[in-house]
Structure formats: C-alpha cells, structure tokens
C-alpha cells in the first residue's frame, strides 16, 4: 500500500518558520518525484516544491523560491519543506505527493501529480 504521510504543520505567527515532513511508503522511492502543494481555503491546490531524489534536481514555483526550500533524506524516503518569512497568505493545507519520475521535475503541478499518490495534508496557519 502506498502510503505518503505528510506532518509538521502548525499556528505559527507571521515572519516565522515551520519544517514540514514527507514520509513516502509502498513506492520505490528514486523512481519517484515528490511534491509539495497546497490549498488555501475557497482557492485551488497549487504547486510549491517539487523534488526528484535520484538526481536531487529541483523546481520551486515562483512565488516560493527564496522563502521555501525543498529537501530529501533518501534513506528515510523522507521529503522535507522548509518554510521561512511566513505570512499570512501561506496559511492553507499542504499536502505532498509522489508521481513516477518521467518528464522534467518542473512537472510540478497538481494536474500532473493527479496520476500519482497523494497524502492528507497537514494545515498550516500564519497569524499575523
């Protein structure tokens, strides 16, 4: 069973930090690319990070490259995000997902990612 669990969300205050976490199970993790995205409430999931562990290539969405930044642990088939100078837009839902690695890493958008595994989110508040 493939399983994708994603934690380390929180209330955070604006212009602070959180690092979220990816667990990837039930999937040979270096055939896989790893995403990052999220949903703010009465908005549509988007992009944020994408990872391609094999390789350790990378893609941000604009909005987020500086701010976040993506890692991989491989030996733990773990994912991280690490979010800085948090605001109060970023509050949503953040889920990660795991797609098989074809194409380029800046696939990185949940249409793509719909034929992979995706994981509950983990909710993230910034009050400002």
């Known amino acids: 069973e493939v399983q994708l669990q994603a934690s380390g969300g929180g209330l955070v205050q604006a212009g602070g930090s959180l690092r979220l976490s990816c667990v990837v199970s039930?999937?040979?993790?270096?055939?896989?690319?790893i995403g990052w995205f999220r949903q703010a409430p009465g908005k549509e999931r988007e992009g944020v990070s994408c990872i391609r562990p094999s390789g350790g290539n990378i893609y941000y969405a604009d909005s987020f490259d500086g701010r976040f930044t993506i890692s991989s642990d491989n030996a733990a088939n773990t994912v991280y995000l690490h979010m800085s100078s948090l605001n109060p837009e970023d509050t949503a839902v953040y889920y990660c997902a795991a797609r098989w690695g074809w194409g380029g890493v800046d696939l990185c958008s949940p249409r793509i990612y719909n034929g992979g595994y995706w994981g509950k989110g983990t909710l993230v508040t910034v009050s400002s």
């Open positions: 039930g999937v040979t993790f270096d055939d896989h690319d």
